[in-house]
T-cell receptor, first 113, second 109 residues
Framework: DAGVTQSPTHLIKTRGQQVTLRCSPI?????VSWYQQVLGQGPQFIFQ???????GRGNFPDRFSARQFPNYSSELNVNALLLGDSALYLC????????????FGPGTRLLVL | SQQGEEDPQALSIQEGENATMNCSYK?????LQWYRQNSGRGLVHLIL?????REKHSGRLRVTLDTSKKSSSLLITASRAADTASYFC?????????FGPGTRLSVLP
């Protein structure tokens, strides 16, 4: 089975633009979580979605939003990009509602100029 | 902030030696997990220990949890060059999930 996939792998945007990142979970997994990892730091939790409903939210501004589709894939949207949004964005899937064993994708590296 | 701390920030050892990393957290947790990350890419789940467990083993990994001290440790025995990576503890607070800043482990051949 394929692991968690994310697209695109790399992205360059300018300040003020909007970006959409995509994630496909492992087949059969209904939970998708998003994380932001700034260089040299640990990942920071942004959202968890389970069965298309938001189950958890980290301390991120409203410029960050996400949704989950009926096939359990997910999109993360970031509006009005700031330089500080430059980071590796990681998606993880898990089978249940609890954030237990999570399987991570390779990430999308976003650079905001 | 609920974010835990890990120490050391960086660790360099010789192949065959043991590596110990520590993690502290601040409030009650459901479970604590350890992850490995190679070269700034995706993370790999290593081991999960629940709040009512004190010790867990998986291959060359041994994890302990002391809820009274709000701390955990990860021991990698007989390290190999392939163990070179960043190691993160992560705590499940229910609707929030918090990673520590990580320990960068270098295993020298």
């Amino acid at each position: 089975d394929a692991g968690v996939t994310q697209s695109p792998t790399h992205l360059i945007k300018t300040r003020g633009q909007q970006v959409t990142l995509r994630c496909s979970p492992i087949s059969g997994h209904k939970s998708v979580s998003w994380y932001q990892q700034v260089l040299g730091q640990g990942p920071q939790f942004i959202f968890q979605y389970y069965e298309k409903e938001e189950r958890g939210r980290g301390n991120f501004p409203d410029r960050f939003s996400a949704r989950q589709f009926p096939n359990y894939s997910s999109e993360l949207n970031v509006n009005a990009l700031l330089l500080g949004d430059s980071a590796l964005y990681l998606c993880a899937s898990s089978s249940g509602t609890r954030l237990e064993t999570q399987y991570f994708g390779p990430g999308t590296r976003l650079l905001v100029l | 902030s609920q974010q835990g701390e890990e120490d050391p920030q960086a660790l360099s050892i010789q192949e065959g030696e043991n590596a110990t990393m520590n993690c502290s957290y601040k409030t009650s947790i459901n479970n604590l997990q350890w992850y490995r990350q190679n070269s700034g890419r995706g993370l790999v789940h290593l081991i999960l220990i629940r709040s009512n467990e004190r010790e867990k083993h998986s291959g060359r990994l041994r994890v302990t949890l002391d809820t009274s001290k709000k701390s955990s440790s990860l021991l990698i025995t007989a390290s190999r060059a392939a163990d070179t990576a960043s190691y993160f503890c992560a705590t499940d607070y229910g609707q929030n999930f918090v990673f520590g800043p990580g320990t960068r482990l270098s295993v020298l051949p």
